[in-house]
């Protein structure tokens, strides 16, 4: 069964903790990304990953860390400069990059993270 | 920044009604995706356009991409409540190999039975 898996699916955290959301994909995508989504809002790019051990911030990475040790694997950790973390966290991946455009982005279930 | 909005934010409509968003960028785009996101769930892929003017169906879904390539719309024709959610158009950019999307604020369709 392929596609991407977030896990978990509800998570909560002391403010001032770092947390790490986890995010899996078995679709031998070369490309991950990391969206924020809040109430109401469309989706804000995090951090991405266009192949392995290569990353780089998005509209609003402040705040946020991740890694690409793996290609099967692109973590993202909240750190507590993240000024207002509760919200959506949606990872996606697709196939690498290439001159022709962006290609079609499957998402995984999310994480909702609330932080007290 | 590069900018992709949409409208409206919110419809309400009867069963049976249309429906149509709105996509709009501040630059030209590479090609136009369109997601959907059923209520607590998380966006799927309906369509991608790439060329200039072109016009794609699904169904009762309908889909353009404007001549300029920097607007798109998306007609439900006659719908369904199975067509409530947010719709996101998400442009890809010009100029080197990228993957990055610019999502749009999305549309929250609700329809009444």
């Known amino acids: 069964d392929g596609g991407i898996t977030q896990s978990p699916k509800y998570l909560f955290r002391k403010e001032g903790q770092n947390v790490t959301l986890s995010c899996e994909q078995n679709l031998n995508h070369d490309a991950m990304y990391w969206y924020r989504q809040d109430p109401g809002q469309g989706l804000r790019l995090i951090y991405y990953?266009?192949?392995?051990?290569?990353?780089q911030k998005g509209d609003i990475a402040e705040g946020y860390s991740v890694s690409r040790e793996k290609k099967e694997s692109f973590p993202l950790t909240v750190t507590s400069a993240q000024k207002n973390p509760t919200a959506f966290y949606l990872c996606a991946s697709s196939i690498g990059p290439s001159s022709g455009g962006a290609h079609e982005q499957f998402f995984g279930p999310g994480t909702r993270l609330t932080v007290l | 920044g590069q900018q992709v909005m949409q409208i409206p934010q919110y419809q309400h409509v009867q069963e049976g009604e249309d429906f149509t968003t709105y996509c709009n960028s501040s630059t030209t785009l590479s090609n136009i995706q369109w997601y959907k996101q059923r209520p607590g769930g998380h966006p799927v892929f309906l369509i991608q356009l790439v060329k200039s003017g072109e016009v794609k169906k699904q169904k009762r879904l309908t889909f353009q991409f404007g001549e300029a390539k920097k607007n798109s719309s998306l007609h439900i024709t006659a719908t369904q409540t199975t067509d409530v959610g947010t719709y996101f158009c998400?442009?890809?950019?010009?100029?080197?190999?990228?993957?990055?999307?610019?999502f749009g604020t999305g549309t929250l369709l609700a329809v009444q039975p």
């Open positions: 998400a442009g890809g950019r010009y100029g080197g190999a990228t993957n990055k999307l610019i």
């Open positions: 990953s266009q192949i392995v051990n290569d990353f």
